[in-house]
């Protein structure tokens, strides 16, 4: 019988190999579940963990954090909302620029940059999204993960063959039971994904919050696209800002929310609580079904040669050249639908007004780069 000589060092080989990737994919998965290090402006009052509204959320990787901003004086109340889909990459970082930049002279601003935050420590199945974005600044480079539509399996599981909307009855794919976007109002202490809805939904009751703004990202061929959702109780404010907008040469189309889709943000706000909430969508190539080669890249330049090809050919929804749109572009819209939409709110609700701002001009914003505005990376600087 003869003795394969070389059989125990193939095999040794094979497990030095196996205990190499084995050791990298744990290195990315524990990467992928740290937040990212925050600088806030020095209009911060304070800032508490959305466990503070339902205890439910305490020690689980849903509790997120929230930063409020006070003016000196009196005024109304604004919540930002970034990070329901993570992977809806500039709806996460218009909030995060806010943060970063953002004065109030009267009245209240919350923000939660990181609404899901169990979405942000993986990625989708199957879209070959990159995990992270990098963006320069002054003090060197800082990545900002690029996260899951849903809550991660790892903390929600299983899923169910069907999901079942709370509040409608709504039959569903199973996997919806895990995207925040269809759990609102939440239930205290029902699955992870339903306690951050309730805690969010319960912090826009408790602080009579005026306006609500929930910030997405879609596909280029997306219907509702660079447009503002906004319920009957907030079609008022959101006509005014569009016609605004427009003349500024901004184009947004105004979509209702439909009153028959359950478990949306600006449903189940309009019917539980007393605040004017909007929703902002703009279009993203990375996220789009058309695209191209996917990277980091394609997320922050915007720039996809079959987008191209596709608005030659009326296939989308949006006008797409070889510039594409920018990450930079993504937030100006956003940040200009914000301030249009505030400003609007004040004209209707002078005794409340809300003055804040601080945050780039978009011109300054698509020309000087994102990093410009962004804190520079700090060392040794704890997350807030």
Do not use: C
Request: net charge negative.
């Amino acid at each position: 019988m003869s003795i394969d000589r070389h059989r125990p060092l193939s095999i040794g080989i094979s497990l030095l190999i196996t205990a190499v990737l084995v050791v990298l994919s744990a290195r990315s998965f524990q990467v992928q579940h740290r937040d990212e290090v925050l600088y806030p402006s020095d209009g911060l009052t304070r800032a508490f963990p959305l466990s503070e509204v339902n205890p439910h959320l305490a020690g689980t990787a849903g509790d997120t954090e929230v930063y409020v901003y006070e003016g000196s004086a009196p005024g109304g109340s604004v919540l930002v909302l970034g990070g329901t889909h993570p992977s809806e990459i500039a709806g996460y970082m218009a909030p995060v620029l806010m943060i970063e930049t953002l004065h109030v002279e009267a009245g209240r601003v919350f923000i939660i940059p990181r609404a899901n935050a169990s979405a942000a420590t993986h990625n989708e199945p199957q879209e070959a999204h990159p995990q992270h974005i990098v963006i320069e600044t002054a003090g060197g480079s800082r990545s900002f993960r690029f996260g899951a539509r849903f809550t991660n399996p790892v903390h929600q599981w299983p899923d169910p063959e069907v999901y079942v909307q709370p509040i409608s009855g709504t039959t569903l794919a199973g996997v919806e039971i895990r995207n925040l976007n269809r759990a609102f109002p939440g239930i205290a202490d029902g699955n992870l994904t339903e306690r951050v809805a309730w805690a969010i939904t319960e912090l826009i009751r408790r602080e009579s919050i005026d306006v609500s703004f929930d910030i997405h990202e879609s596909s280029p061929e997306y219907p509702v696209i660079n447009a503002i959702v906004a319920s009957e109780v907030s079609q008022e404010i959101a006509s005014f800002a569009t016609i605004s907008l427009q003349l500024d040469g901004w184009e947004f189309s105004l979509e209702p929310s439909p009153p028959n889709f359950h478990g949306l943000s600006h449903r189940e706000w309009t019917d539980h609580t007393d605040t004017q909430p909007i929703l902002l969508e703009t279009a993203n190539p990375a996220m789009g079904r058309l695209r191209g080669p996917t990277n980091a890249e394609l997320a922050v330049l915007g720039q996809d040669d079959q987008y191209v090809k596709a608005a030659a050919i009326g296939a989308i929804n949006v006008p797409f050249d070889e510039e594409g749109i920018s990450i930079e572009r993504r937030i100006a819209r956003d940040l200009v639908a914000i301030g249009a939409i505030v400003e609007a709110f004040n004209m209707l609700n002078p005794e409340r007004a809300i003055l804040m701002g601080g945050w780039p001009e978009p011109a300054a914003l698509m020309e000087d780069g994102l990093g410009r505005y962004l804190a520079p990376a700090r060392d040794g600087t704890s997350p807030r």
